[in-house]
């Protein structure tokens, strides 16, 4: 009688592999009391820091919005719906605007990264690639306001006057997140993926097929990451839009501003909410994952 050994392959290397003994095996380290707890107590005092800078704010922006009055204490004095009902149709159509103004920055941003990624992917960074890559991320080490006056004054006379329109916006805060949805872009073509795009080729795939049914599947994570970040940086972009943005226009943070200069505070807070909320809702929605259909 033949044993099974004999006939699967796998079965006779296994015979032949020798485990090492149990007390030589590797172990989990163990670490000391003390070390476990100064672990946690840099634990907590890492999650005390995060809340006290990004939670606390966002929770005093909400109390805020719902105070019917607020000073020296540390809870409002009463609560109350009335910033919400004080606020005018001039003020949601500056969420409106701030919505439409950043979904389309995502968009053309996106676009754009993705679109300047897959051309330089592969070229000699020394030469016109670095070039290239260099200009992409200028818009990062110049600061917003003196982006934005660059382009009021690059574009406020004919042949290409777009200071009476609301493109110029689009236009400076396109400049501002392009490097980041570029970035995004770039970093989702791994090398991996250009063995796919080779092996698709040879197998006579046109390109406009390689780019829509490997390429495009494979950078879904990186172009949710590049239109959630667009998006978020456009909603929140002060500094250029406030240089260049045209009479009658307005986006939430111009609104909020104005509304801080002048003391409002309360009414401030009650419009800021809503911004956070259907931009979270937004976000949620760019994140949200598209479910899988089942193989018949």
């Not at 159509?93 to 897959?118: C, H, Y």
């Not at 070229?123 to 670095?130: K, Q, S, T, V």
């Not at 990062?140 to 042949?159: C, D, E, Q, R, T």
């Not at 698709?200 to 970040?229: C, E, H, T």
Request: hydrophobic content about 55%.
């Amino acid at each position: 009688m033949v044993s099974n050994s004999a006939n699967n392959p796998v079965a006779a290397a296994s015979d032949h592999i020798a485990l090492p003994p149990k007390h030589l095996r590797a172990r989990p380290v163990e670490r000391s009391a003390l070390a476990r707890i100064g672990s946690g107590v840099l634990l907590a005092l890492a999650a005390l820091l995060c809340f006290w800078l990004f939670v606390l704010p966002v929770i005093v922006v909400a109390l805020s919005s719902v105070a019917s009055h607020w000073s020296g204490t540390i809870l409002p004095d009463g609560f109350s719906t009335r910033w919400f009902e004080r606020l005018g149709s001039s003020d949601f159509d500056a969420v409106v605007t701030s919505l439409e103004i950043g979904f389309g920055v995502a968009v053309l941003g996106t676009a754009l990264g993705l679109w300047l990624a897959l051309a330089l992917e592969g070229r000699d960074r020394r030469g016109l690639g670095a070039i290239a890559d260099a200009l992409a991320m200028v818009p990062n080490g110049v600061p917003s306001v003196v982006l934005g006056l660059a382009v009021l004054i690059a574009y406020h006379k004919a042949p290409v006057d777009l200071s009476s329109s609301a493109a110029i916006v689009v236009f400076v805060q396109l400049a501002l997140v392009l490097p980041f949805c570029y970035r995004c872009a770039a970093a989702g073509l791994r090398p991996e993926l250009t063995v796919l795009r080779e092996a698709a080729a040879s197998l006579g795939a046109p390109p406009s097929m390689v780019l829509r049914r490997v390429v495009l599947p494979q950078l879904v994570p990186a172009i949710r990451a590049s239109l959630a970040l667009g998006f978020a940086i456009s909603l929140g972009e002060l500094g250029a839009t406030l240089t260049v943005y045209p009479p009658g226009f307005a986006t939430v943070p111009i609104v909020v501003v104005g509304a801080v200069e002048r003391g409002y505070y309360l009414p401030a807070s009650a419009l800021s909410l809503i911004l956070l909320i259907v931009s979270l809702a937004a976000l949620s929605l760019i994140a949200a994952r598209a479910p899988r259909r089942r193989a018949d």
